[in-house]
């Protein structure tokens, strides 16, 4: 029966023993081996109780297993929700109930305390550790390896990736199948992967670009992956020398070349060093040519839409810029106010338009119709132009949203935490240039009856609700914030008067 992802992802691998991943111990996990674990998960979850449609969430390690978990949904017509490993329950509660998962995997260490949210949701429970172990595993173990595919069009859902909104609350985006397909074979064809690549893969696979960007266009070439658990200076550096190809967020970059050791010899295999998530500082890349002899080549996305731009792989790949518009993608510049096309050379809003775009937030009609038009254009947030070459430029952005080191951060979830601590009347959460992270947090409160709260108090108790990412690196305190006339909190007065408060970070 036609699964028009699996068949093209997956299925097309079936009974090859080729490499797929290379594990940092020294094993290998094919193709076959892989889709066979993929089969078997799959019928753990069909006889869990999951329909096609139904969606699973997952917070677990980087493992195999986690990626053939999302393998084995996509051969099951189950919608696949990753969950970053640092929610806190508080945070994983709300994407639960939102998305009606009924089914949640976790590590062993997060069972007790999921299971009376799960329960409280009627969702079952599952465990899946970052060595493999777990009860999905052992469950697995007793079933075929070899699983009926279940037929799905390319309109259908494939993923839920959550995404905060400037109110606080997250938004389900909902990705298909076909935009999943559409985008990894574009990249695949750009960016030129073959079946020779070999993609050092560091990044967190619950986000679209270790997931979507990487894994997706691995097998869509049938290239192979060096699987790191995570991003790991000493692993990078050991595993380099084997790989053809590595994708970042640009804190990979920049601590690359903080560490001597990585030298133009030891990047000398590699064919294409990719980044993305967050803004490629020029001076960094001018930095890599000169350590590497390597253009990094930086493309633009969301979890929205997938990848939108690229810097071309022949042609010049143009620092501080995110290149041209993919194939089949349409982008253009617009009025805020008036939402009309602006002239090259002017800084607007970005839209996007192509088969990358997502369907919709899920259950949100109303914030879907106002980021995503009627024509099908796509109200990115971003602010940017496009320069007499044709070259894309971010130069900033219309949503109140930090980036740090490739995690997005809204502030007002971090203010509505602040501002219901003792002693703290209001606050301002804003991103302040860091060295490593690109940006970090930065809470400004305004004290309550003019006495300072306890910040080490403050600090302690973010722990709880937020996770770890998301936590302000610094509160200071002033008296009052600076408001327009209209009363809205002038964020870009603070961001200039901190600026320099992580300059030696
Ligand atoms: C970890 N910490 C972070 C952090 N990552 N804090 C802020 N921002 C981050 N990104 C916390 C840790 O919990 C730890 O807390 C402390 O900071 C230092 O940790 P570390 O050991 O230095 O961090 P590390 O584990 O090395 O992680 C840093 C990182 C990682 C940059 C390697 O964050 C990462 O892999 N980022 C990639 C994110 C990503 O994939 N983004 C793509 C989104 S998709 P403590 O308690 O020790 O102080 C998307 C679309 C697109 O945006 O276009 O691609
Ligand atoms: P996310 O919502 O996590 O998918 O993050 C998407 C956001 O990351 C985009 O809207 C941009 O603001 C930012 N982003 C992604 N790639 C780049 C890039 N190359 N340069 C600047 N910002 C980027």
Redesign the pocket.
């Known amino acids: 029966m036609p699964n028009p992802l699996y068949d093209r992802f997956f299925g097309k691998h079936a009974g090859k023993d080729t490499p797929f991943l290379h594990l940092p111990d020294g094993s290998l996990v094919t193709h076959d081996a892989f889709l066979k674990t993929a089969a078997r998960i799959a019928h753990v979850l069909s006889e869990g109780g999951l329909a096609p449609g139904d969606r699973l969430a997952a917070q677990v390690q980087k493992s195999p297993m986690a990626l053939a978990l999302y393998a084995a949904c996509v051969q099951a017509g189950i919608v696949f929700l990753p969950l970053n490993t640092?929610y806190t329950v508080d945070e994983l509660r709300y994407f639960i109930e939102n998305s009606g998962a009924k089914t949640v995997i976790c590590d062993a260490a997060s069972e007790t305390l999921l299971a009376p949210v799960a329960a409280e949701m009627s969702a079952r429970l599952e465990t899946l550790n970052a060595d493999g172990s777990g009860s999905l595993s052992e469950r697995a173990g007793e079933m075929p390896d070899t699983y009926p595919t279940v037929n799905r069009t390319e309109d259908d859902l494939a993923a839920f990736l959550y995404t905060s909104g400037t109110t606080g609350r997250s938004k389900g985006a909902m990705l298909t199948q076909g935009n999943l397909i559409s985008n990894a074979a574009t990249l695949a064809k750009h960016w030129r992967f073959t079946s020779s690549d070999v993609l050092l893969h560091?990044?967190?696979i619950f986000?679209?670009?270790?997931l979507f960007?990487a894994t997706n266009v691995t097998l869509e070439a049938g290239s192979s992956m060096i699987f790191l658990p995570?991003?790991?200076l000493e692993a990078i550096l050991a595993f380099m020398p084997k790989a053809t190809t590595m994708m970042g967020?640009p804190?990979?970059y920049t601590?690359l070349l903080q560490d001597e050791r990585f030298t133009r010899e030891l990047a000398s295999h590699m064919r294409l060093f990719v980044s993305?998530?967050?803004p490629l500082l020029a001076d960094t890349h001018q930095e890599f040519e000169e350590r590497t002899g390597h253009r990094i080549l930086e493309?633009?996305?969301?979890?929205e839409t997938n990848?939108n731009t690229s810097n071309p792989y022949d042609g010049e790949r143009r620092a501080g810029t995110v290149g041209f518009p993919l194939p089949g993608v349409e982008l253009k510049i617009t009025d805020p106010e008036t939402g009309g096309t602006l002239p090259d050379g002017t800084v607007g809003q970005i839209e996007v338009r192509g088969p990358n775009v997502f369907k919709g937030y899920w259950q949100m009609p109303d914030k879907t119709a106002a980021e995503l038009r009627q024509d099908g254009f796509f109200i990115t947030g971003d602010l940017g132009m496009i320069d007499e070459d044709g070259y894309v430029h971010i130069v900033g952005r219309n949503k109140d949203l930090i980036?740090?080191?490739?995690?997005?951060i809204y502030p007002k979830e971090i203010e509505l935490v602040l501002d219901a601590q003792p002693g703290v009347l209001e606050s301002a959460v804003i991103g302040v240039p860091h060295a490593?992270?690109g940006e970090?947090?930065l809470g400004v409160l305004v004290p309550e009856n003019g006495r300072a709260p306890d910040l080490d108090a403050i600090l302690q108790s973010t722990g709880g609700s937020l996770a770890?990412?998301k936590h302000p690196r610094k509160l200071v305190v002033v008296d009052s914030l600076p408001r327009n006339t209209m009363g809205k909190v002038q964020k870009n007065i603070l961001r200039e008067q901190y600026k320099d408060v992580f300059a030696n970070a």
């Open positions: 640092a560091a990044l967190p986000h679209t670009h270790g960007v995570k991003f790991d967020v804190t990979f601590r993305g998530s967050a493309r633009y996305g969301m979890t990848m980036i740090s080191g490739g995690y997005n490593d992270f970090t947090v770890r990412f």
